[in-house]
């Protein structure tokens, strides 16, 4: 019954995205077709490469690397094999999709309280998941490497990220001619998030993915599509040489601690009002999805692609 509803449910976005595509007024200003989607929280959602093969995603951010800051290093990522998912990331990247690795989330078993703690991230952030091979580290996801890391920072306070996102940047000296560890941030709605502006401030970040999901502030829920904007245009604004992305729940239920009460954007108003909106902003990069459980069911992502 469950698997029927979900075909239903398909079918009907499916629809309404055929609908709003025949109708006028499209969403044009600056289409990008990037779509990054969250993934690591739920067993259900599927697997990596699942993620990977539906074609709907340019970006998978694996979530979370968790426990950090302390002595103790670790991720959570809620029953997967984690050594079925170091296959699965070079099967993303054989197909062009950038796979991250997202750091923080709505734990409270990570902070940096030094710069010496930021050092030792750094170090096993390098050794353990990036393109460090230092005998005697852990390698979870085997011998995968991901294409850099995310700063989803959502506990503790904000000192020393500047100093952890300049000694990850500072390995891209052992790679020629690419980068090799790229540097995005998920923060919170609020322009700007306290908890990663310092790091922000350093422009070593390529990507920000704006989380207009959970927050009373400048979510949907609560400030529709003008509170969405007048945010939108403060960070877009502060950081213009950093590609900015429109963060989007994909469902009303599945979305991180700290997020409860959140609903997703309806497609007609996503279509209509908000994608011609921050589309017309230079540094638009496309659309962030939370998360892959979540969008899994209700078919989110695969109606939206054609927009970002």
Known sequence: MASRRRSCLGALLALAFVLLSCLAGPATAKQTNQ????WGRNKDEGSLREAC?????????????????????????SGHQLRAVGADIKHCQSKGILVLLSIG?????YSLP??????????????????GRR????????????????FYIDNGAPDHYDELARRLDGYNR??????????????????????????????LFERIHVRFYGDDKCSYKNGGTWGIVEEWDKWTARYP???????????ESGVPEGAQGTIAVYLKYLYYDLLPKVQKAPNYGGVMVWDRYSDKKTGYSGVVQGWA
């Open 135 to 150: 005998s005697g580290v852990y390698r979870p996801f085997g011998d995968a490497a991901v294409d850099g890391i995310d």
């Open 35 to 38: 779509v990054t989607v969250f």
């Open 114 to 131: 030094s710069s010496q703690s930021a050092a030792e991230v750094a170090d096993n952030l390098w050794n353990a998941h990036l393109g």
């Open 174 to 203: 052992f790679y020629r001619g690419r980068k090799g560890v790229r540097l995005t941030a998920s923060p919170r709605c609020g322009c700007p998030d306290w908890r990663v502006d310092r790091a922000l401030q350093t422009g």
């Open 105 to 109: 989330g709505g734990g409270h078993d």
């Open 53 to 77: 093969d539906t074609g709907l995603y340019t970006t998978v951010i694996i979530s979370f690397y968790s426990v950090f800051g302390h002595g103790r290093y670790w991720g959570d990522l």
């Open 241 to 251: 040489k950093t590609e900015v992305y429109l963060g989007l729940a994909a469902a």
